[in-house]
């Protein structure tokens, strides 16, 4: 019991590679793509990992005009988290997810509230991600039950395989 106790007690570790896979809490770096449920955003309708959307007011304060968050929801989907050495496994979100739907998103834009307006944060599909979760082992298959999610920006081209690279090289004129 002790064994399986400290196993979740342990200080979270960085992981890259599979190799350094192990059960227990940790930090997760690699390319999300998309898993069994596509999200899409309620405003701009882009296909992503998760989104954070706002409805906001502007409101009259002392120092101006300022921007007070009115509502906001967090949607994370699961997805597969690619390693460097291209490793898969399944991210799985711990939050409950409760999608703004379009039909919700139209609802508000046709209040017409004065001052309202909409902003949604978005994790793209493709995007080098960092995962902070609880990691475990289900047969064969890895599985991360995260509670954090982090944006780290597009992956960095490979070099000499992205578009316009050629492997001829090319003569001067003189």
């Known amino acids: 019991m002790l064994g399986g106790l400290t196993k979740y007690l342990r200080p979270e570790i960085a992981i890259e590679k599979g190799d350094e896979l192990r059960a ?7 390319v999300g793509e998309s898993g069994s449920l596509e ?12 989104y954070v959307y706002r409805v906001l007011r ?3 304060t002392r120092g101006g005009k300022m921007p007070s968050v009115v509502r906001e929801r967090v ?14 496994l399944k991210a799985l979100p711990k939050r409950k997810n409760d999608p703004v739907t379009p039909e919700e998103h139209r609802e508000m834009i046709s209040a017409g509230e004065e001052g309202v307006y909409f902003d949604e ?6 995007h080098k991600v960092k995962v902070t979760g609880m990691l475990t082992r289900s047969g064969d ?7 954090a ?3 780290l920006g597009a992956p960095a081209p490979v070099a000499g395989k992205g ?3 050629s492997r001829r090289k090319r003569r001067r004129g003189n």
Do not use: Q
């Open 24 to 30: 227990g809490p940790a930090r997760i770096t690699g």
């Open 39 to 50: 999200l899409v955003t309620p405003f701009r309708g882009r296909k992503c990992l998760a």
């Open 58 to 60: 502007v409101v009259e």
């Open 75 to 88: 949607c994370e989907a699961p997805f597969h988290l690619v390693l460097a050495d291209g490793t898969r």
């Open 121 to 126: 944060s978005v994790v793209p599909v493709g």
């Open 141 to 147: 298959e890895w599985e991360v039950s995260f509670s």
């Open 149 to 151: 999610l982090e944006d």
């Open 163 to 165: 578009p316009g690279t």
